[in-house]
Every structure is written in C-alpha cells, then in structure tokens.
C-alpha cells in the first residue's frame, strides 16, 4: 500500500472535500482518509445549501473553481433569493437539496478524481519531528507519511450525542466519534474547546397533514449557484409552513427537567443564531410561537425535516411536542432529534493561511476551526487546499482580504479574533457588502481560479463577455438622452416624480430612486438583453454610484494598514505606552499587518499609532 503523499487530507464532510478535490486538481499527490467512505459530503443536518451569508461563501468558492455550488445544483428541488426586500448587498441564494443526490455527486467527485487517493481509516495521531508536520498514524496501525495535512474533523473529535440524559460517544448520528485526535493536538499545546449543536427530529410524511400548513413555493425565476451550471433540472418541491403553539411550549417547560442544556449535563456554547427549540421557549418566554418550515429531503423520500425545532429533550418528549404542532398531530419519528458536543481547535491558533502557527505543515479547515455550517467549512476546506499545495509547490500563499471576498472576512475573523461561540457568517460581518455581492463573485474571483489551474479559460470569457455587456450598455444610458415633453413625463408623473427641469441621459434619469431599469427599457421601446446578474451589477454601479466611491476610497485606507508589514518575529512586549493586555494580545495573535493588529479586539488606535511609529523607527517595508 502507498504510504507517502504530498498531502494528507483528514475527513471527507464539507472542508475535506473541497481540500482534497482542489489539492488533487493543483497537481499534489493526496490522500484523503476519512471514517465512513460512503459518508463522502454527507449533510449531517439541513437538507440545504446556502442562506444569509453564506449563499455569497458557496458563489466565491465556485468561482475560485470549488465543488460544493455544482453538488448544490445537481440536487437542488427548490430555490429561493433571501432577503430580497432588503437591497442587492444582503440578498442571498439557498438551495433545498436533495441529501442523497448531492451525497452521491460528492462522492463520485472526490472517488473519480484523478491523483487522489481515498482510504477509509481513522487517524488517532498528527505525526511531526520538531515543528514541522510528518504524517499520521491511523487507527489500524499504518503510518501514513506527508509533510502537509489538513485536519477537517467537523463534529467527531470526542463527540458526545445527547438525547434527553441519554448520552453515547458519537460524530453524528449512526457513526462513531473521533478518539485520541484531541488528546493527540492537545498534547501538542493546541488550545481545545468544545462546542454544541443540534439538529431536530426526521419525520415521515406520509403522516403529516399538509392541507392544515402554508405551503411555501420557490421562486419561479431559478438562478444556479454555479456560474458554469446552464440550468437546473431537476423537479421542484415546495415547503410547508406551521408553528409551535401553547401546548408545544408547555411541554417543552415540563420536560426541562430531563433536558441535558436544563440539568447542566451539556456546558458547552452553542449556535447563537440557530437555538434548539427548548432554548428558545427559555429565552422569550413571551413568545407563544415558534415557525416551523417543514421540508423535504429529496425526491424519492417521503422524509422531511422540520426546520426550527433541533433539541436534546428524551425521545417521549420529542415526540409529545412535536404531535401537537398543527399538521403533525399524527406524525411518526423516523429519527430522534439530538444535541452533539464535540471539540475544535481555537482558531487564534492560526495564521491567514489556515495553517497552524506551532506546527508547519498541519492545517486546520471547517467545523474543527470552531465554525458551523457547511458553506463556512466548504470556503475554509478550499482555501486550505490551496495553501497545502501551493506550499507543496513553492508558490507564495493566497491570501483573500476583507475588501475581496466573504472568505476573506471569514477567515480574518477567525484568525485575529478567535472564537468563543460557533462562528456563523452574516453579510453584516462584511464592511464592504455592496462591493462584494453574490452576483459578482465571478468577476472578483475567476482569474485566481484560472491562475491556480482550477478553471478553463471558458470561465474567463464568461466574466469577460459579463464585464463588456456591462460597459456596453452603461455607454448606451450615458449617450441617450430624454427631454421635458416626451414620454418621460408620463412615466415621472405615474411615479410620483418630480417633472424634468431639462434634457438628461437615461443613466442620470435611472439614478433616481423609484425608476428601474425595466422603466428605462420601456421609455426605450427595448427589450432586456442582458443576463439578470448583469442587470443586478449595472443597476449598482449606477445607482449607488456616490457610495461606492465613498466605499473605494475606504477600501484604499483600508490597504495602506494592511500593506504595512509586522514581522513574525516583531517583540510588543518592549514597547512603551502598549497596555500588558495589549502586548499579550498582539503576541498570541502575531498579526501579519498594521491592518490584522487594528481589527484585533481590545487593540486600541492609539496602539495601532504607537505601533506604527514602532515600525517607522524600525524602517519596515510594506508587503509586496
Ligand atoms: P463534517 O461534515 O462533520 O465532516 C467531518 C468528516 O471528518 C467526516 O467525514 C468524518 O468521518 C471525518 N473524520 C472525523 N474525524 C476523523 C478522523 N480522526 N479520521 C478520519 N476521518 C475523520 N450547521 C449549521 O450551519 N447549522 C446547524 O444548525 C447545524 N446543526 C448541526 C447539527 C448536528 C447534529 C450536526 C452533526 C451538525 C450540524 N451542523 C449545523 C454543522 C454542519 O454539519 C457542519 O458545520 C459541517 O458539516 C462541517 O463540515 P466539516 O467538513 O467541517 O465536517
């Protein structure tokens, strides 16, 4: 058996599929080792892909030539635009999916592909001599040799299922946990944590009564998440809605005294924005509703999973609750819902590159970065593949940053911030929101995935032909131009605008607020002849045309702190007028620039002055 490779890849969930897939694809020899083969991109809760925040994370790694927004579009049975009355910066895609079709697409991705290797196996130990990663030692006893693994254990190192006092060791539902690993990284000195989740009841639908809940269709105009994904084909599925009531709240309290949050058998923090349900009855007691989105879980199950409701109450209470939610008065449990504790490695014990800063060579990617969701470890997988391997091959490492991308913000939070609850992403984590929107992630980041290899110049003249249409059309608004008198002044009448005091261009009459872009074609006698994302694009340069300059110039102070170096070996603690709190900080995080040292909490501008005279004294030169 080969024992040797370029790069170990640790697990097979949502990270180390794209880790193992990028590597292998950028021309290193890999090997992915994982517990459960068959569980290759296995979605251990929502049957869906995307949402707030992290629609924009599954664009960005599509177009960086990642995996997950095809597997998304080749399973997906229902669409729908998030947050679509609240402007083109926060709106988001999410995808229902069928679980088994988009299992199925991954592992046939990652088992096809040429250059990796897949071997079912445990790893109990990171192998290293010094402070340089060597290998692994797996379960069964084989070495397996390589300067750079990625570690992307998700939610099975040392995890704990509760369901009501009940407790068992276990990854997920039906697999074993992880042993040893966290022992193995804690001897190392990594700081270990441990986090919470939960995911509620499957439930057979042959058992709900639909006619009683709201049903909830997908939007009708379908966009993939792939920027190469012509159409999607597969049949859509609605969605149900019902509520939790005064008896399901009732219960709830009554069964607080078997819940494993309630008696203080769980300790660990959990997922802020996605509470169980008895977390939420606890926390507003005011509220006698709850919403439940009932959905599918793919096209030849009659499964669903009755979003809103994960808990850890014992299987009779479970089932007690959710028989007397409207529509499920007679439901059958096919699985119990349950709580899961399991360890993650504090993500201040990274550098931007996602690798660790004690050990060269061992990476860190996904739910083990203390993260949740499977777009986070998706972005985080890839952007560690990328860093193995172009270490493997001697290339400077690629580093996205805040103004660039939903990954950049991500990642820089987790490395200059640590984390002390799963960290979710939200587009209000992201300064530069309107700039760095799901419609334009091709245009952000196509040519850094050609440039590693991972996209065809098929791709590149996508973005090209997107960018042309674009100016093409913004030329034509600026040259025409509509006068008082003309058909302009019924539309401004019907909009309740103010008439026009002279002749203006149709990009300056657009600007104003309350005229679209279909009015514009309309006065014209035009049909649209661009694509919806390029419509979205134009309708943002020209409408928000004053901020985003205001954003630019941010964005440009922005990169003079973040082109302003720190040495890794730069002392704090002999510098004058820095607090104690300070220097440690700085020291424990080693941040790479002026700009990394500003966003770190507690770190004071005073201190990034101080700082900067430091540097000045010290002649440091800006990053190149
Ligand atoms: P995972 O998808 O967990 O994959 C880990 C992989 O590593 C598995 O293939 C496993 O076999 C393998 N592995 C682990 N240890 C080893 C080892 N030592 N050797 C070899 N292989 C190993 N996310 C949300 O966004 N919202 C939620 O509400 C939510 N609820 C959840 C509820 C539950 C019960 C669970 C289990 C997860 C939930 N998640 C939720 C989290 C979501 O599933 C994860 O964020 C996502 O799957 C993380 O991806 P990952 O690749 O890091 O790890």
Redesign the pocket.
């Known amino acids: 058996m080969k024992t040797k490779y370029d790069v170990i890849v ?8 794209e880790a193992a897939l990028v590597c292998a694809r950028m021309k290193v020899d890999t090997l992915l ?4 083969k068959d ?2 991109g ?5 049957p869906s892909i995307g949402g707030i925040g992290k629609g924009q994370l599954v664009k960005e790694v599509d177009a960086l030539g990642g995996e997950m927004a095809k597997a998304a579009d080749r399973s997906s049975i229902q669409f729908r635009v998030l947050n679509l009355s609240a402007g083109y910066a926060a709106r988001s895609s999410r995808m229902q999916i069928d679980r088994k079709l988009y299992n199925n697409y991954m592992l046939d991705r990652v088992t096809l592909q040429e250059g990796l290797d897949v071997i079912e ?4 130990e990171v192998l290293s001599a010094g402070a340089s990663a060597t290998g692994v030692r ?1 379960k069964t006893g084989t070495i397996f040799n390589a300067r750079n693994i990625i570690l ?6 040392n995890g704990i299922i509760h369901v009501g006092l009940e407790h068992s060791s276990g ?3 039906g ?1 074993e946990a ?1 042993m040893g ?1 966290s022992r193995n990284l804690a001897d190392m000195g990594f700081a270990i944590g441990t986090f919470k ?3 509620p009841a499957r439930i057979d639908g042959g058992t709900i009564d639909f006619s009683v809940m709201q049903e909830q269709k997908g939007d009708e105009f379908v966009i993939p998440f792939s920027f190469s994904t012509e159409a999607i084909t597969l049949p859509q599925r609605s969605c149900y809605i019902t509520r939790t009531n005064k008896k399901t709240h009732r219960i709830i309290r009554e069964g607080l005294d078997r819940s494993p949050m309630y008696t203080g058998k769980i300790r660990s923090t959990g ?1 802020r924005y ?1 509470p169980s349900i008895e977390d939420k009855i606890v926390r507003f007691p005011d509220r006698d509703s709850h919403i439940v989105f009932v959905e599918p879980e793919g096209l030849d199950t009659n499964e669903f999973y009755p979003n809103g409701i ?1 808990t850890s109450l014992p299987l009779d209470v479970q089932e007690h609750m959710i028989r007397s939610i409207k529509g499920l008065e007679n439901v059958v449990i096919n699985k119990p819902a ?3 504790e399991y360890d993650f490695v504090s993500p201040a014990e990274l550098k931007a590159t996602l690798e660790t800063k004690k050990i060269d060579g061992l990476f860190l ?4 970065n203390g ?4 777009e ?2 998706a972005a985080l ?1 890839f952007m560690a593949g990328v860093a193995a391997a172009r270490k493997i091959r001697k290339e400077t490492p690629i580093i996205l940053d805040r103004s660039e991308a939903y990954i950049g913000v991500l990642i820089d939070d987790l490395v200059t911030k640590g984390t002390r609850e799963p960290y ?1 992403m939200f587009t209000s984590r992201v300064e530069y929101r309107i700039l760095i929107r799901e419609d334009n992630a091709d245009t952000r980041l196509t040519h850094v995935g050609h440039e590693l290899g991972l996209l065809a110049k098929d791709r590149l003249d996508r973005v090209r032909d997107k960018t042309l249409a674009i100016a093409e059309e913004e030329k034509h608004l600026d040259s025409v131009r509509v006068f008082p008198g003309g058909p302009v002044d019924a539309l401004l009448k019907e909009k309740g605008q103010m008439p026009l005091a002279g002749g203006i261009d149709l990009t300056t009459l657009l600007r104003r607020s309350g005229i679209s872009r279909a009015d514009v074609l309309s006065l014209e006698g035009r049909g649209e002849k661009l694509s919806y994302y390029e419509r979205v694009q134009l309708e943002v340069d020209i409408k928000y045309a004053g901020y985003i300059d205001r954003e630019l110039r941010k964005i440009a102070r922005f990169k003079d702190l973040e082109n302003i170096n720190l040495p890794d070996n730069f002392d704090y603690s002999g510098i004058n007028g820095l607090s104690n709190e300070i220097k440690e900080k700085l020291s424990s995080v080693r941040p790479k620039s002026l700009g990394q040292a500003a966003r770190i909490s507690g770190v004071t501008p005073v201190a990034v002055t101080i700082l900067m005279v430091k540097l000045k004294g010290a002649g440091s030169r800006g990053k190149s």
Not at 10 to 17: L, R
Not at 365 to 368: C, S, T
């Open positions: 640790v697990g097979g969930g949502h990270a180390g599929c080792l994982t517990m459960r569980k290759i296995y979605t251990s809760c929502n196996d445990e790893v109990k797996t992307t254990t998700g939610t099975f190192m990854g997920r539902l697999e992880s690993l989740t939960g995911t997922v996605c994960s349950y709580g899961i990617a996904g739910q083990i993260t949740t969701g499977y986070e470890a997988g979710r």
